[in-house]
């Protein structure tokens, strides 16, 4: 009878061990794999959600997490959004981030956009929306801030961001406003303001500059000759207006019949800026026309090495001379 008293309580004490150890193996299993980044959209149901844990994680620590989760009444409608998982983490630990949605933000990269379409499939390919999504909202409320469509080139500005993977397209164009609101600050109001220009009109002038040089260092001298153009009441006279209005960024010689495409854009035919950006500018370009150096060049042409800079010139028969070396050259090469 004594040893019943003994061996009851022993056996109690290791039950209760194994039971304390199985929570213990549940809570604080940790993840031993490498960082994953997880995405879960609105709307995934249960089942869904445990799939996508175990692709990455292993099936062995997803199960943890479900039944931690399902345990603490988890719901689905929180648990979407992109999430970290770390070296180390419990189940316990991500099963708790995902019951509070407590999710890690993306980086967001806009840049080198030729169209804002371009821009809104880059966005909306690193967030949970759709680029129709995003479009609709655009349409929405970019209006409302004095935009229309020829501008929403200007509208936002390329750059990296953070946002939350599961941002509604309302507050993510919410946010990329606000960013451009800082970006056009009293300083380069003012700036602009000297120039004659509105901050939509150097994102104009500043997409032209772009198309016409990748050189970084030859931009601010050419913002510099097209405001020397336009403060003389000439034609920009601009090729990649024409490009644009052709429809073909490509063309590597531009003839009679593209300088006569109709257009409003086509700026040989038509004096000042075009109705909006011919692409979307980046903000260095901006500034490089807020603060384009002064000097008397009215003509550019590029050089006939085809290294991608440029000859400038004060006066037209300079520029022909410029102008005739590169036609030879594009003639020796029958580019056409």
């Given at each position: 009878?004594?040893?019943?008293?003994?061996?009851?309580?022993?056996?109690?004490?290791?039950?209760?061990?194994?039971?304390?150890?199985?929570?213990?193996?549940?809570?604080?299993?940790?993840?031993?794999?490498?960082?994953?980044?997880?995405?879960?959209?609105?709307?995934?149901?249960?089942?869904?959600?445990?799939?996508?844990?175990?692709?990455?994680?292993?099936?062995?620590?997803?199960?943890?997490?479900?039944?931690?989760?399902?345990?603490?009444?988890?719901?689905?409608?929180?648990?979407?959004?992109?999430?970290?998982?770390?070296?180390?983490?419990?189940?316990?630990?991500?099963?708790?981030?995902?019951?509070?949605?407590?999710?890690?933000?993306?980086?967001?990269?806009?840049?080198?956009?030729?169209?804002?379409?371009?821009?809104?499939?880059?966005?909306?390919?690193?967030?949970?929306?759709?680029?129709?999504?995003?479009?609709?909202?655009?349409?929405?409320?970019?209006?409302?801030?004095?935009?229309?469509?020829?501008?929403?080139?200007?509208?936002?500005?390329?750059?990296?961001?953070?946002?939350?993977?599961?941002?509604?397209?309302?507050?993510?164009?919410?946010?990329?406003?606000?960013?451009?609101?800082?970006?056009?600050?009293?300083?380069?109001?003012?700036?602009?303001?000297?120039?004659?220009?509105?901050?939509?009109?150097?994102?104009?002038?500043?997409?032209?500059?772009?198309?016409?040089?990748?050189?970084?260092?030859?931009?601010?001298?050419?913002a510099r000759l097209y405001l020397n153009r336009l403060?003389?009441?000439?034609?920009?006279?601009?090729?990649?207006?024409?490009?644009?209005?052709?429809?073909?960024?490509?063309?590597?010689?531009?003839?009679?019949?593209?300088?006569?495409?109709?257009?409003?854009?086509?700026?040989?035919?038509?004096?000042?800026?075009?109705?909006?950006?011919?692409?979307?500018?980046?903000?260095?370009?901006?500034?490089?026309?807020?603060?384009?150096?002064?000097?008397?060049?009215?003509?550019?042409?590029?050089?006939?090495?085809?290294?991608?800079?440029?000859?400038?010139?004060?006066?037209?028969?300079?520029?022909?001379?410029?102008?005739?070396?590169?036609?030879?050259?594009?003639?020796?090469?029958?580019?056409?």
């Amino acid at each position: 009878m004594k040893k019943l008293f003994i061996i009851i309580p022993l056996l109690l004490l290791v039950a209760g061990g194994i039971a304390g150890y199985s929570v213990y193996r549940y809570v604080r299993m940790p993840y031993d794999g490498p960082t994953k980044r997880i995405y879960i959209s609105r709307g995934t149901s249960e089942d869904r959600i445990y799939s996508i844990l175990a692709d990455s994680l292993g099936g062995d620590f997803a199960g943890h997490v479900m039944k931690i989760w399902d345990y603490k009444k988890g719901d689905p409608a929180k648990a979407c959004g992109s999430f970290v998982i770390s070296p180390g983490e419990t189940a316990m630990g991500v099963a708790s981030r995902l019951r509070s949605g407590s999710q890690n933000p993306v980086r967001v990269v806009l840049a080198g956009h030729r169209t804002f379409d371009e821009l809104v499939g880059q966005l909306s390919s690193q967030l949970d929306f759709t680029p129709e999504e995003f479009t609709a909202v655009c349409d929405s409320i970019l209006p409302t801030k004095g935009f229309n469509t020829n501008t929403y080139p200007a509208a936002i500005l390329p750059d990296t961001y953070e946002f939350y993977w599961n941002v509604s397209p309302q507050k993510a164009l919410e946010r990329l406003l606000g960013y451009r609101y800082d970006f056009w600050n009293e300083t380069r109001r003012a700036k602009a303001g000297k120039l004659g220009l509105t901050p939509v009109e150097v994102a104009t002038l500043a997409s032209i500059v772009e198309e016409e040089t990748a050189q970084t260092n030859e931009r601010p001298t050419v913002a510099r000759l097209y405001l020397n153009r336009l403060a003389r009441g000439m034609k920009l006279q601009a090729d990649p207006t024409v490009k644009y209005a052709v429809g073909d960024p490509t063309l590597r010689r531009i003839l009679n019949k593209h300088l006569q495409t109709p257009s409003p854009y086509n700026t040989y035919l038509v004096a000042g800026l075009p109705p909006g950006p011919i692409r979307v500018p980046e903000k260095s370009t901006l500034d490089a026309v807020l603060n384009a150096p002064e000097h008397n060049y009215l003509y550019m042409c590029a050089k006939e090495d085809f290294s991608g800079t440029h000859n400038f010139a004060r006066d037209l028969a300079t520029h022909n001379a410029n102008a005739r070396r590169y036609q030879a050259a594009l003639n020796r090469l029958n580019i056409k």
